[in-house]
């Protein structure tokens, strides 16, 4: 919890060790350090700086996803979406392209207060994610979320067979 100490100490071991094979750590984890004080510009600049100084390594995705993040928490979801995008085309790991799904499709709820065709493409991320899915507290979250969508649609029979499901599933585990 002691962000900013955590966020000095990672910037001073990038900025005094620049070839370390600990560098990508360092600036990754100011990064998080930086979003989680809501220093958003600053967390931008490190996650850039791993995109920049290691295109080839595996936490490009996962600095993608976090650049993601901290355009949500900024209110900008139509620029997270983009990134979120490019987080699951560059992410090898499946935790990763599940999180950036499941935000994308978020996002794109949010949007559809102005855009209802953002509905459709929330409701198509949150079902890629439960097919997908073997996890019974994620497999609840998604039906809700998809009942919640289908509710937003004006598809209100489907959306209790949705939130049906949930509440079954509840009481199965």
């Given at each position: 919890?002691?962000?900013?100490?955590?966020?000095k100490i990672f910037s001073?071991?990038?900025?005094?060790?620049?070839?370390?094979?600990?560098?990508?750590?360092?600036?990754?984890?100011?990064?998080?350090?930086?979003?989680?004080?809501?220093?958003?510009?600053?967390?931008?600049?490190?996650?850039?700086?791993?995109?920049?100084?290691?295109?080839?390594?595996?936490?490009?995705?996962?600095?993608?996803?976090?650049?993601?993040?901290?355009?949500?928490?900024?209110?900008?979801?139509?620029?997270?979406?983009?990134?979120?995008?490019?987080?699951?085309?560059?992410?090898?790991?499946q935790w990763i392209k599940?999180?950036?799904?499941?935000?994308?499709?978020?996002?794109?709820?949010?949007?559809?207060?102005?855009?209802?065709?953002?509905?459709?493409?929330?409701?198509?991320?949150?079902?890629?994610?439960?097919?997908?899915?073997?996890?019974?507290?994620?497999?609840?979250?998604?039906?809700?979320?998809?009942?919640?969508?289908?509710?937003?649609?004006?598809?209100?029979?489907?959306?209790?067979?949705?939130?049906?499901?949930?509440?079954?599933?509840?009481?199965?585990?």
């Open positions: 919890g002691l962000y900013n100490e955590a966020e001073r071991l990038y900025d005094k060790n620049t070839n370390s094979i600990y560098t990508e750590k360092a600036i990754f984890w100011a990064g998080r350090s930086a979003l989680k004080m809501a220093n958003y510009q600053k967390a931008i600049e490190y996650f850039n700086k791993i995109i920049t100084l290691f295109p080839n390594s595996d936490r490009v995705a996962e600095a993608r996803l976090w650049q993601a993040e901290t355009l949500c928490e900024q209110g900008d979801f139509a620029g997270a979406i983009v990134l979120f995008d490019d987080a699951i085309k560059k992410a090898d790991k599940r999180i950036a799904l499941i935000r994308k499709s978020d996002c794109n709820f949010i949007l559809g207060h102005d855009d209802a065709t953002r509905y459709e493409f929330a409701l198509a991320g949150y079902r890629k994610i439960l097919e997908d899915n073997k996890d019974y507290n994620l497999s609840m979250e998604l039906g809700y979320k998809i009942g919640r969508t289908l509710e937003k649609m004006g598809r209100s029979s489907d959306a209790i067979e949705y939130y049906l499901q949930v509440v079954y599933l509840f009481f199965e585990y």
